[in-house]
């Protein structure tokens, strides 16, 4: 057996209870192979046995109040995995489904996300199986507090900065930061995606999904293809989906769909996206309402991955959600380029099918690092205390995600797999931050 072998087996006895954890692992562990069997330099320092195992995780009771004086009960969560290039940095996800192998995975996937963008930030993630759906505003902020509460005691400016995720807003971020201040008498950049009044960047909101379409827009270039009159399909309706449609639109691609938990919309004559803001950013309401103002649009509930014929796919829902089967409609139906807005949409049968078949893919850790990449920026400019153009930052976000692109690309021909970014994402994003830990000894 090869050490990433070894190690892999090791990490599924040690966590049989944790599929998503495992499942990432997987990914990468086998992408990595190439690096990590070929020199034995990695196993005498344990590094991959160090890399697997979070640096700290903490889990903790979140006791919040609600309008009718009823006492709930979350589970908070916080999983500092490795901070050996930088601070910890990484989302917090409020979403019932919400346990600590889902933390653990995105936690894992962040180290080498963080590590592909070039700033100096560690992975970490956190969040708790609270449900932000249907609750007041006023609940909102009496849960952040509660998790704010007993969070501040672990992260900080210089040590673990906490940003958006799913069910987490500029809304959330607000609450959360308000707190902390109020706990520590601290204005720091202790968060990212903050309110443009108290330290946000602007360009923060739109990063993921613009910086997931600059990437898909190089990758196409690269390959011959245009993003002007492609096709495209995008899964969700949140943050990342919205600003990937709105930048996609804007280099002339025809979006021709969006969803939520429940169900998704197909319309053939371009997903209206003023609407999709109203209904998700404004009056948070369900997707099936677009049929309403454009009944000429079709709603049905289930996957949009069931049903969608595109050129390009964006997958900025969740974790999972294309399928082998999926994917295989997909490239029958002439896809031929899947990027990830989401963390870890597809999963690894999917990626295989994918893979075998030549479409192009890209994995979330490379795509949907712009985020990140911008709260870091967002970091840099707190500790200037200065704030930077909208252009300006968007300019830096695009320069990180053809950075991103051209060293994934590297990777691939070093270790002659051309276009498999799989491995090329991982081997990036891995190198750095195990040179940073093999230099900084066996802590
Ligand atoms: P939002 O909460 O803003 O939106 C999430 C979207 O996905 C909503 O449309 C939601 O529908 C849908 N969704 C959530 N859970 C499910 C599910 N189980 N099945 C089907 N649809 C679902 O989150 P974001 O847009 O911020 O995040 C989307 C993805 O992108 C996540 O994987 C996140 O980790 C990843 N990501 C986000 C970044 C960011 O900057 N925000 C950065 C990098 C990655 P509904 O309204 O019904 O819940």
């Not at 849960?143 to 995720?165: I, S, T, W």
């Not at 807003?169 to 009044?197: D, F």
């Not at 994917?327 to 031929?336: E, I, S």
């Not at 994003?429 to 940073?436: E, L, R, S, T």
Request: glycine share 10%.
């Amino acid at each position: 057996m090869t050490y990433s072998q070894k190690v892999l087996e090791d990490l599924k006895i040690k966590n049989p209870d944790q599929p998503e954890f495992i499942q990432a692992a997987t990914e990468v562990l086998d992408a990595l192979a190439p690096v990590v069997d070929t020199d034995p330099v990695y196993e005498k320092a344990g590094l991959l046995e160090r890399l697997v195992e979070p640096e700290r995780q903490i889990m903790f009771r979140i006791p919040w109040v609600d309008d009718k004086g009823a006492v709930h009960v979350n589970r908070g969560y916080r999983v500092q995995f490795n901070s050996a290039i930088g601070p910890y940095k990484g989302g917090l996800r409020l979403h019932p489904s919400v346990n600590l192998s889902i933390i653990k995975f995105l936690g894992f996937e962040q180290i080498f996300k963080n590590s592909l963008t070039g700033l100096p930030i560690g992975g970490a993630k956190g969040g708790s199986d609270f449900d932000p759906k249907g609750k007041s505003d006023m609940e909102i902020m009496r849960f952040c507090q509660a998790f704010m509460n007993e969070l501040f005691k672990y992260v900080g400016a210089d040590e673990d900065v906490p940003a958006g995720d799913i069910g987490t807003g500029a809304r959330e971020v607000g609450y959360l930061y308000g707190q902390y201040k109020k706990l520590t008498n601290r204005s720091e950049g202790v968060l990212t995606g903050k309110g443009l009044s108290f330290g946000g960047s602007l360009a923060r909101t739109e990063a993921t999904g613009y910086g997931l379409v600059y990437i898909t827009e190089e990758l196409l270039k690269d390959h011959g293809k245009d993003m002007k009159d492609a096709r495209v399909a995008v899964s969700g309706s949140g943050n990342v989906a919205i600003y990937a449609i709105e930048k996609a639109q804007q280099l002339g691609a025809k979006v021709i769909s969006c969803s939520d938990s429940n169900g998704y919309i197909i319309d053939e004559n371009g997903i209206d996206l003023d609407l999709v803001k109203k209904i998700k950013e404004v009056d948070r309401k369900r997707i099936k309402e677009y049929v309403n103002t454009h009944p000429e649009a079709v709603y049905s509930e289930g996957s949009v991955w069931d049903n969608v014929t595109c050129d390009v796919a964006l997958p900025c829902a969740t974790q999972n959600e294309i399928n082998k089967v999926q994917a295989k409609r997909l490239v029958d139906n002439g896809c031929y380029a899947v990027c990830e807005g989401a963390n870890m949409p597809t999963d690894n049968e999917a990626i295989n099918v994918l893979l075998e078949s030549k479409v192009l893919f890209i994995p979330g850790k490379a795509s949907n690092a712009g985020g990140v990449a911008t709260s870091a920026l967002e970091m840099g400019q707190n500790s200037i205390r200065s704030s930077w153009t909208f252009e300006e930052v968007d300019a830096k976000l695009k320069g990180i995600m053809i950075n991103i692109y051209y060293h994934m690309k590297e990777a691939c021909d070093k270790y002659n797999v051309p276009d498999n970014f799989v491995v090329g994402a991982n081997i990036a994003g891995f190198m750095k931050v195990a040179d940073a830990m093999m230099a900084q000894g066996i802590v």
